[in-house]
């Protein structure tokens, strides 16, 4: 339904232009949940943006590649097509609920917007139509809390209308930055368990943005992990969780302090910060943090490339010789630990 | 700060105008006392650019030498109500207590318009440049004390004031190292704005009769003098206008300028909660 | 007893909400509303609950930078809440904090050296200052030649070292990190923890460590507590915490973190709390809990439940009249 083909975006700022997003290629297919992982800075929200053309341009450039959505790109739409699209076709959902709803317009008044810029009904219907997705997605009396204002819901139930409001044009794709970073764990599970039954009802494809590991493997089928706007990783959830063969997706794994763990066990940590994206390092961009780099690691820079059926890694190292090296240093802290 | 070439253009033409009017008596053709009964109310000519008045004194030398009152006047009620101003308003924003007492007086002096305080103050006190400078300063520093208040509120609420706090850093070590400096821009700003404002009052009172003696040329009493010709001898009146015109302008291009480039959200800084960046965007 | 580095009796904080025309107070917001807790020496108490839940204010009172409602703090077994101000000054020596956010914490307009060396001066300890401040730098990760950079100039996880270095200046006894990694990325997470971790045991500093995130707490904590509007709902050593969670809030947070582990997120039964966060100006009538708990009685609504030893380990407080036992569990988890 949605793919991505070799898509850069740059952004020209002050300090030289931010390759934001470098050569990124995936597919969505209908009904599916792809999952982006990847650290503060690593381009997710600006890949997500780029799909829905919201980065503003100029600063913002798309000198390569293609997004097609049903067969058609993107990247050569008029604005006034992707109005259409936008909404309609894709639903959007962003991390902050505070932010993203008018602060002086009601609730309800937004939402029947929402509903006749996509639809053509009457707005005795649209706000019918409006009640019934307020109750879609959990709130209780919803026809009364209608005429509420933003401040009066908590930032969990604004999130809930976020959510309403981009399902309001029945989009066949919905795309959710970090739509639970800024809630409460409790929170965060009631909106992850209300996307999962919406997906279940409409068959909605969800291509979810987290930071978040475990919001990941809870939610997702496919996975992408991207470092300084490239995909690093990609496979289906198991492979990156379980069968995991590329060392920033290793070490990120291995930094996580798990609720399954032992106290005061050592986090093995990834030192050092994200490369500047305007500069990036020679060779591989992971080789200043990677315990894995080698000498060939500061000229080589590794492609994506398949190493199993629907796995891709873009790392120099060979299975066997991952293997063997993530072996030494998982023993190697383990005797550090003892 | 000086980033921005309108910053840099209005500075650098405020500098003109008061070298100008420093040097006005080595490079002015003729004193602007010097009267010449054979020649009153002459329009602009090669020999009067701006024209003379109605005691054949030459405008131009008039108007260049007035601006040191207006500047001098603008300048020192700019510097000594932002003085008071951060004072009371450091103070008023740090501790409670004074908060109180600070403001009650605070509210009922912006109660009155600022020039109407002025006026009665001067009536009061007598009209001489420095009467009107006092008059001007007390009747500007409330806007400054609630600027530098309001600042210093958004400043103590963030967490560095209050890790001073914890690290046992004294009181006036936080106002002058901690908070101070990081309410400065609105004080710079302000401070030009009052620049320009007193100038423009001191005209006004000067123009009511109430400002500086009639005999200091300044051009609200150049204004005042020029108001009965001002059918027969316009320029009289326009000349001293333009300048006041322009002076004020270029504050007042000055100042936004300043707020511009001290604005925060120019230099793309990130909003964080939780890490993670917030987004401002709506689409529906 | 006389371990007790820091004891917490009873304490409330309320906040008064004013409105109308003539600013009446109306209401109190109540931000802790009766907590009990001891921390002892060279011991982590972990604090985690939900955004809202008085963690902070809880914090900032510690520290003294609000006088609390009523209730009782006690540092070395002596009460500080009556201390004048030139005891307070030499007791924040010993008390200080780190802050969640390390964009706002740090004075943006001074140099990273000058924000460390700040609490030793005003303490008069400026002999050596420089070589002082390089060592708390060189003590927490930071290079000697960061000293005369901006705040602006690091990263975050840098910042907070800078936020961790000037808490530990005046060789406090106890630490009150509020949050101190929320803000982090998981990989710069992972940094700053062992930090915390190694200078505990350098220094033998105690730690008040607050948490939205119990598999953070997990890790660095002997002894959690649970809050939940004001109050603490469980408190108990970790290991008995963690394989033997009792209240029923507590087992709703273990349940709703997501595990990094696909396989173990599918066969995972959780509970999931209806509703939110009741606001803390209006907290429900007998157990606060009550309006979310999925095991809620008629009498929760009516009788609050007291912080009560659970099955006589003293170890192991619980704050309900149904605690969830091990067959309870099975149920949930059937
Ligand atoms: N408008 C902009 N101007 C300049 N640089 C930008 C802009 N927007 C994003 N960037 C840069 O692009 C890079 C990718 O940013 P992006 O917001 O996509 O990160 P992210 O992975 O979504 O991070 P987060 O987890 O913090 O949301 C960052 O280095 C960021 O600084
Ligand atoms: N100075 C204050 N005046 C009034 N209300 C306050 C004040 N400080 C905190 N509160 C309120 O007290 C409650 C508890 O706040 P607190 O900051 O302690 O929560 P928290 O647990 O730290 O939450 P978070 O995880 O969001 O940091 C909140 O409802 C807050 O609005
Ligand atoms: S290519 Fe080298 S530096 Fe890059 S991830 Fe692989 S081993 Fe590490
Ligand atoms: S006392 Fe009742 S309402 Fe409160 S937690 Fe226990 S069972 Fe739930
Ligand atoms: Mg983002
Ligand atoms: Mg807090």
């Given at each position: 339904m949605l793919e991505v083909k070799n898509l850069k975006t740059q952004i020209d700022t002050s300090e030289g232009i931010v390759q934001?997003?470098?050569?990124v290629s995936f597919t969505v297919r209908a009904g599916e949940t792809l999952g982006i992982v990847g650290e503060s800075g690593s381009g997710k929200s600006v890949l997500a943006n780029s799909i829905m053309q919201l980065n503003p341009n100029p600063p913002t450039f798309y000198p390569e590649g293609e997004i097609l959505f049903e067969g058609s790109n993107l990247l050569k739409l008029s604005e006034k097509q992707l109005r259409k699209i936008r909404g309609n076709e894709i639903g959007m959902i962003f991390q902050d609920p505070m932010s993203s709803?008018?602060?002086?317009?009601?609730v309800g008044a937004q939402l029947v917007e929402a509903i006749l810029t996509h639809q053509k009904m009457s707005r005795k219907n649209a706000k019918a139509r409006a009640i019934e997705l307020l109750k879609d997605v959990g709130i209780p009396d919803a026809e009364s809390r209608?005429?509420?204002?933003?401040?009066?819901?908590s930032g969990g139930m604004r999130q809930r209308v976020l959510i309403a409001i981009a399902l309001a044009g029945n989009p066949k794709l919905l795309i959710a930055d970090?739509?639970?970073?800024?809630?409460?764990v409790t929170i965060q599970a009631q909106i992850l368990e209300l996307m999962k039954g919406i997906q279940e009802k409409y068959g909605t494809a969800i291509i979810l943005i987290s930071h978040d590991l475990g919001v990941i493997s809870q939610m997702a089928e496919k996975v992408l992990v991207m470092y300084s706007g490239r995909i690093v990783e990609k496979g289906s959830v198991n492979d990156i969780f379980?069968?995991?063969?590329?060392p920033y997706t290793w070490s990120l794994l291995r930094s996580l302090p798990r609720l399954d763990g032992v106290a005061h066990e050592r986090l093995i940590s990834i030192e050092g910060q994200p490369p500047n994206l305007v500069s990036p390092p020679k060779g591989c961009n992971f080789h200043p943090r990677c315990?894995?780099?080698?000498?060939?690691c500061l000229e080589i820079d590794p492609e994506l490339m398949?190493?199993?059926?629907g796995h891709w890694v873009a790392c120099i190292l060979t299975e066997q010789e991952f293997e063997a090296e993530k072996e030494r240093l998982e023993s190697a802290d383990r005797e550090g630990v003892l | 700060m000086f980033k921005k070439k309108r910053n840099l253009i209005s500075a650098s033409l405020l500098l003109l105008f008061t070298v100008a009017t420093i040097t006005a008596s080595w490079w002015l053709?003729?004193?602007?006392?010097?009267?010449?009964?054979?020649?009153?109310?002459?329009?602009?000519?090669?020999?009067?650019w701006f024209g003379t008045d109605h005691f054949g004194r030459d405008i131009l030398a008039q108007t260049v030498v007035a601006a040191r009152v207006s500047l001098v006047v603008g300048l020192s009620v700019a510097l000594i109500s932002t003085v008071l101003g951060t004072i009371t308003g450091l103070i008023a924003g740090y501790y409670k207590r004074a908060d109180f007492v600070i403001m009650r007086i605070i509210d009922g002096m912006l109660a009155f318009p600022s020039l109407l305080l002025a006026l009665a103050l001067v009536a009061a006190l007598g009209g001489s440049v420095s009467n009107i400078i006092i008059a001007l300063s007390f009747s500007f520093w409330p806007v400054m004390t609630r600027i530098v208040r309001s600042a210093v509120l958004q400043i103590n609420s963030i967490q560095y004031v209050e890790a001073a706090k914890t690290s046992g850093i004294g009181d006036l070590v936080i106002l002058f190292r901690y908070v101070l400096p990081n309410v400065l821009s609105p004080i710079i700003v302000q401070g030009t704005f009052i620049f320009a404002k007193a100038i423009l009052a001191e005209a006004a009172l000067s123009f009511l009769g109430?400002?500086?003696?009639?005999?200091t040329p300044t051009w609200g009493n150049m204004l005042q003098e020029a108001q009965i010709y001002i059918?027969?001898?316009p320029w009289f009146s326009i000349f001293p206008g333009i300048a006041i015109v322009i002076t004020v302008l270029t504050l007042n291009i000055l100042g936004d300028g300043l707020r511009d480039s001290f604005d925060p959200h120019a230099k793309g800084k990130v909003n964080r909660k939780k890490g993670r960046l917030k987004k401002q965007i709506n689409v529906a | 007893m006389s371990e007790a580095l820091l004891e917490i009796r009873d304490l409330h904080m309320h906040f008064p909400i004013k409105g109308g025309v003539f600013q009446?107070?109306?209401?109190?917001?109540?931000?802790?509303?009766g907590v009990d807790l001891s921390v002892n020496k060279g011991e982590t108490l972990g604090i985690v609950g939900e955004s809202g839940c008085g963690k902070s204010t809880l914090a900032r009172t510690i520290v003294g930078l609000q006088k609390p409602t009523s209730g009782d703090i006690l540092f070395e077994g002596k009460?500080?809440?009556?201390?004048s101000h030139k005891e307070m000054h030499q007791l924040r020596r010993n008390i200080q904090m780190v802050y969640q956010d390390p964009y706002t914490s740090?004075?943006?307009?001074?140099k990273a050296g000058d924000i460390i060396g700040a609490p030793l001066k005003a303490y008069r300890m400026t002999n050596d200052l420089e070589r002082r401040v390089k060592e708390l730098m060189d003590l927490v990760g930071l290079?000697?030649?960061?000293?005369?950079?901006?705040?602006?100039?690091?990263s975050g996880g840098q910042r907070q070292r800078i936020g961790i270095a000037r808490a530990i200046a005046l060789n406090p006894k106890l630490l009150i990190l509020?949050?101190?990694?929320?803000?982090?990325?998981v990989s710069v997470q992972a940094q700053v923890i062992n930090l915390l971790e190694d200078l505990q045991k350098e220094l033998n500093l105690t730690y008040v460590f607050i948490a939205h995130d119990l598999s953070v707490i997990k890790h660095i904590a002997d002894k959690v507590g649970v809050m939940y509007l004001g109050k603490v709902m469980e408190i108990s050593d970790s290991e008995s915490f963690y394989n033997d969670a009792s209240h029923p809030y507590t087992n709703a947070l273990l349940s709703a973190i997501p595990l990094p582990d696909p396989e173990k997120e599918k066969m995972r039964k959780r509970i999931v709390l209806s509703g939110e966060l009741p606001s803390p100006a209006n907290p429900p009538t007998g157990c606060v809990f009550h309006t979310r708990?999925?095991?809620?009685?008629?009498?929760c609504k009516t009788n609050t439940p007291l912080l009560e030893a659970k099955d006589g380990n003293d170890g192991h407080l619980v704050s309900c009249f149904y605690p969830i036992n091990t067959e309870k569990k099975q149920l949930i988890l059937e």
């Amino acid at each position: 339904m949605l793919e991505v083909k070799n898509l850069k975006t740059q952004i020209d700022t002050s300090e030289g232009i931010v390759q934001a997003v470098d050569g990124v290629s995936f597919t969505v297919r209908a009904g599916e949940t792809l999952g982006i992982v990847g650290e503060s800075g690593s381009g997710k929200s600006v890949l997500a943006n780029s799909i829905m053309q919201l980065n503003p341009n100029p600063p913002t450039f798309y000198p390569e590649g293609e997004i097609l959505f049903e067969g058609s790109n993107l990247l050569k739409l008029s604005e006034k097509q992707l109005r259409k699209i936008r909404g309609n076709e894709i639903g959007m959902i962003f991390q902050d609920p505070m932010s993203s709803l008018n602060p002086v317009f009601k609730v309800g008044a937004q939402l029947v917007e929402a509903i006749l810029t996509h639809q053509k009904m009457s707005r005795k219907n649209a706000k019918a139509r409006a009640i019934e997705l307020l109750k879609d997605v959990g709130i209780p009396d919803a026809e009364s809390r209608m005429d509420d204002y933003p401040h009066h819901f908590s930032g969990g139930m604004r999130q809930r209308v976020l959510i309403a409001i981009a399902l309001a044009g029945n989009p066949k794709l919905l795309i959710a930055d970090e739509p639970t970073t800024a809630l409460d764990v409790t929170i965060q599970a009631q909106i992850l368990e209300l996307m999962k039954g919406i997906q279940e009802k409409y068959g909605t494809a969800i291509i979810l943005i987290s930071h978040d590991l475990g919001v990941i493997s809870q939610m997702a089928e496919k996975v992408l992990v991207m470092y300084s706007g490239r995909i690093v990783e990609k496979g289906s959830v198991n492979d990156i969780f379980y069968r995991t063969s590329m060392p920033y997706t290793w070490s990120l794994l291995r930094s996580l302090p798990r609720l399954d763990g032992v106290a005061h066990e050592r986090l093995i940590s990834i030192e050092g910060q994200p490369p500047n994206l305007v500069s990036p390092p020679k060779g591989c961009n992971f080789h200043p943090r990677c315990p894995f780099a080698t000498e060939k690691c500061l000229e080589i820079d590794p492609e994506l490339m398949p190493r199993k059926e629907g796995h891709w890694v873009a790392c120099i190292l060979t299975e066997q010789e991952f293997e063997a090296e993530k072996e030494r240093l998982e023993s190697a802290d383990r005797e550090g630990v003892l | 700060m000086f980033k921005k070439k309108r910053n840099l253009i209005s500075a650098s033409l405020l500098l003109l105008f008061t070298v100008a009017t420093i040097t006005a008596s080595w490079w002015l053709p003729v004193l602007p006392s010097e009267m010449d009964s054979a020649k009153r109310l002459i329009g602009p000519s090669a020999d009067h650019w701006f024209g003379t008045d109605h005691f054949g004194r030459d405008i131009l030398a008039q108007t260049v030498v007035a601006a040191r009152v207006s500047l001098v006047v603008g300048l020192s009620v700019a510097l000594i109500s932002t003085v008071l101003g951060t004072i009371t308003g450091l103070i008023a924003g740090y501790y409670k207590r004074a908060d109180f007492v600070i403001m009650r007086i605070i509210d009922g002096m912006l109660a009155f318009p600022s020039l109407l305080l002025a006026l009665a103050l001067v009536a009061a006190l007598g009209g001489s440049v420095s009467n009107i400078i006092i008059a001007l300063s007390f009747s500007f520093w409330p806007v400054m004390t609630r600027i530098v208040r309001s600042a210093v509120l958004q400043i103590n609420s963030i967490q560095y004031v209050e890790a001073a706090k914890t690290s046992g850093i004294g009181d006036l070590v936080i106002l002058f190292r901690y908070v101070l400096p990081n309410v400065l821009s609105p004080i710079i700003v302000q401070g030009t704005f009052i620049f320009a404002k007193a100038i423009l009052a001191e005209a006004a009172l000067s123009f009511l009769g109430v400002g500086v003696e009639p005999s200091t040329p300044t051009w609200g009493n150049m204004l005042q003098e020029a108001q009965i010709y001002i059918s027969i001898a316009p320029w009289f009146s326009i000349f001293p206008g333009i300048a006041i015109v322009i002076t004020v302008l270029t504050l007042n291009i000055l100042g936004d300028g300043l707020r511009d480039s001290f604005d925060p959200h120019a230099k793309g800084k990130v909003n964080r909660k939780k890490g993670r960046l917030k987004k401002q965007i709506n689409v529906a | 007893m006389s371990e007790a580095l820091l004891e917490i009796r009873d304490l409330h904080m309320h906040f008064p909400i004013k409105g109308g025309v003539f600013q009446k107070t109306k209401k109190h917001v109540k931000a802790v509303n009766g907590v009990d807790l001891s921390v002892n020496k060279g011991e982590t108490l972990g604090i985690v609950g939900e955004s809202g839940c008085g963690k902070s204010t809880l914090a900032r009172t510690i520290v003294g930078l609000q006088k609390p409602t009523s209730g009782d703090i006690l540092f070395e077994g002596k009460s500080i809440l009556h201390y004048s101000h030139k005891e307070m000054h030499q007791l924040r020596r010993n008390i200080q904090m780190v802050y969640q956010d390390p964009y706002t914490s740090l004075n943006p307009r001074m140099k990273a050296g000058d924000i460390i060396g700040a609490p030793l001066k005003a303490y008069r300890m400026t002999n050596d200052l420089e070589r002082r401040v390089k060592e708390l730098m060189d003590l927490v990760g930071l290079k000697a030649d960061d000293y005369h950079k901006l705040p602006h100039q690091f990263s975050g996880g840098q910042r907070q070292r800078i936020g961790i270095a000037r808490a530990i200046a005046l060789n406090p006894k106890l630490l009150i990190l509020d949050e101190p990694v929320s803000a982090l990325d998981v990989s710069v997470q992972a940094q700053v923890i062992n930090l915390l971790e190694d200078l505990q045991k350098e220094l033998n500093l105690t730690y008040v460590f607050i948490a939205h995130d119990l598999s953070v707490i997990k890790h660095i904590a002997d002894k959690v507590g649970v809050m939940y509007l004001g109050k603490v709902m469980e408190i108990s050593d970790s290991e008995s915490f963690y394989n033997d969670a009792s209240h029923p809030y507590t087992n709703a947070l273990l349940s709703a973190i997501p595990l990094p582990d696909p396989e173990k997120e599918k066969m995972r039964k959780r509970i999931v709390l209806s509703g939110e966060l009741p606001s803390p100006a209006n907290p429900p009538t007998g157990c606060v809990f009550h309006t979310r708990c999925p095991f809620a009685q008629e009498n929760c609504k009516t009788n609050t439940p007291l912080l009560e030893a659970k099955d006589g380990n003293d170890g192991h407080l619980v704050s309900c009249f149904y605690p969830i036992n091990t067959e309870k569990k099975q149920l949930i988890l059937e």
